[in-house]
């Protein structure tokens, strides 16, 4: 069965720290995709990323990157130099082929504090 | 484009009530979800459709009805609305599988309470 865990409830920082949010998934197949979402205070759901499971790269967007390690079934998230606009809760979820039902994490809530 | 429309945007129900809650998408996509969003819970499926007139049941289905007549158009339905189905309800939308461009794209969601 697919699981995912963001065990970090809720991360307080100061605005310019750099802050990493953390995803351990779970699943049997070996195809898979990954995901990060943003919900801001307003409430919709921001996509940020999809990864598959055949691309180990780390990604880098602007201040986003993300750490995907296979072996320790992790799919990580860091904010560099973090922004009061970066508040907000971040899912983490997984896809065991294109387009099946995501199961998501229960979210990690950042504060970041001017 | 308007992406996925969720209606209404709101709701208060009484228990026991029933109401239907509409989403749209104008992207063609063939695969669309309903999710329940609940504090401290993440998403949750409660059905899902990958095509015209099929659908399936989620993790958390039991209270709910849906239906896909439309290829643009997925239904969710509360028949006797509980206290317990107070929550926000997320529709997506994605392409069939194959197809090159293949997230989930979110509805702005709808804020159910149910007294």
């Known amino acids: 069965a697919q699981k995912v865990t963001q065990a970090q409830t809720e991360i307080s920082v100061v605005e310019k720290e750099d802050v990493t949010l953390d995803c351990v998934y779970e699943?049997?197949?070996?195809?898979?995709?990954l995901f990060w979402y943003k919900q801001p205070p307003s409430g919709e759901l921001v996509f940020l990323i999809r990864?598959?499971?055949?691309?180990?790269q780390n990604e880098i967007s602007g201040r986003y990157s993300w750490n995907f390690q296979k072996s320790t079934s992790s799919f990580n998230f860091t904010i560099t130099a973090s922004q009061v606009v970066d508040s907000a809760v971040y899912f983490c979820?997984?896809?065991?082929?294109?387009?099946?039902?995501?199961?998501f994490g229960k979210g990690t809530r950042l504060s970041v504090i001017a | 484009n308007a992406g996925v429309t969720q209606t209404p945007k709101f709701r208060v129900l009484k228990t026991g009530q029933s109401m239907t809650l509409l989403c749209a998408q104008d992207?063609?996509?063939?695969?669309m979800y309903w999710y329940r969003q609940d504090p401290g819970m993440g998403l949750r499926l409660i059905h899902y459709?990958?095509?015209?007139?099929?659908?399936a049941k989620g993790e958390v289905p039991d209270g709910y009805n849906v239906s896909r007549l439309k290829k643009q158009n997925f239904l969710l339905g509360l028949e006797s609305a509980a206290p317990s189905q107070t929550s926000v309800y997320f529709c997506?939308?994605?392409?069939?599988?194959?197809?090159?461009?293949?997230?989930?794209?979110f509805g702005p969601g709808t804020r159910l309470t149910v007294l």
């Open positions: 997506a939308s994605g392409p069939r599988r194959g197809q090159r461009i293949d997230t989930q794209y």
């Open positions: 699943t049997r197949d070996t195809t898979y995709y």
């Open positions: 990864r598959n499971s055949f691309d180990e």
């Open positions: 979820a997984l896809s065991e082929h294109r387009n099946t039902p995501l199961v």
């Open positions: 992207m063609n996509h063939e695969y």
């Open positions: 459709s990958v095509g015209e007139g099929t659908t």
